[in-house]
């Protein structure tokens, strides 16, 4: 039986060592330059402040966080399965970072579709409260 990698894969790292293929000359001690970087990118480096983009609250955290590595596995419940051996779906229920990440090696270029139902307001959690003076409050 083969043995299963229980971590998801490291983005962080895999992107420094695409970087580093890609411009081996931007890393100093395994640091990035980032005017070097900017330098080998010419034209495509955003020197504005402004700029259109999609933001929100804690989003800066998010990103890191899809970036973090995690030790978890899928488990089958075949008892509230229907048709287990002979199905070709899966349905996975559980926070959605922490299952995206799981599924990332298993399923790599095998998923045609993921549809995420997102849990805003469920249950006693309400993160994003429904109110314009609430949100302000939060963002600043």
């Given at each position: 039986?083969?043995?299963?990698?229980?971590?998801?894969?490291?983005?962080?790292?895999?992107?420094?060592?695409?970087?580093?293929?890609?411009?081996?000359?931007?890393?100093?001690?395994?640091?990035?330059?980032?005017?070097?970087?900017?330098?080998?990118?010419?034209?495509?480096?955003?020197?504005?402040?402004?700029?259109?983009?999609?933001?929100?609250?804690?989003?800066?955290?998010?990103?890191?966080?899809?970036?973090?590595?995690?030790?978890?596995?899928?488990?089958?419940?075949?008892?509230?399965?229907?048709?287990?051996?002979?199905?070709?779906?899966?349905?996975?229920?559980?926070?959605?970072?922490?299952?995206?990440?799981?599924?990332?090696?298993?399923?790599?270029?095998?998923?045609?579709?993921?549809?995420?139902?997102?849990?805003?307001?469920?249950?006693?959690?309400?993160?994003?409260?429904?109110?314009?003076?609430?949100y302000l409050s939060?963002?600043?």
């Amino acid at each position: 039986m083969k043995k299963l990698d229980k971590e998801s894969l490291d983005l962080l790292k895999e992107n420094i060592e695409k970087l580093k293929e890609i411009f081996p000359d931007v890393f100093t001690e395994d640091k990035i330059d980032f005017e070097k970087l900017k330098e080998n990118l010419g034209e495509l480096v955003e020197e504005s402040d402004e700029k259109y983009q999609f933001t929100w609250f804690g989003k800066k955290k998010a990103n890191q966080l899809t970036l973090t590595p995690i030790k978890a596995t899928l488990r089958p419940d075949k008892e509230l399965s229907k048709n287990w051996d002979t199905t070709k779906n899966i349905y996975i229920e559980g926070d959605n970072l922490e299952v995206l990440k799981v599924i990332q090696k298993a399923y790599y270029k095998k998923i045609k579709m993921i549809y995420i139902d997102p849990p805003y307001n469920t249950g006693k959690d309400f993160i994003y409260k429904n109110n314009l003076k609430n949100y302000l409050s939060m963002t600043g």
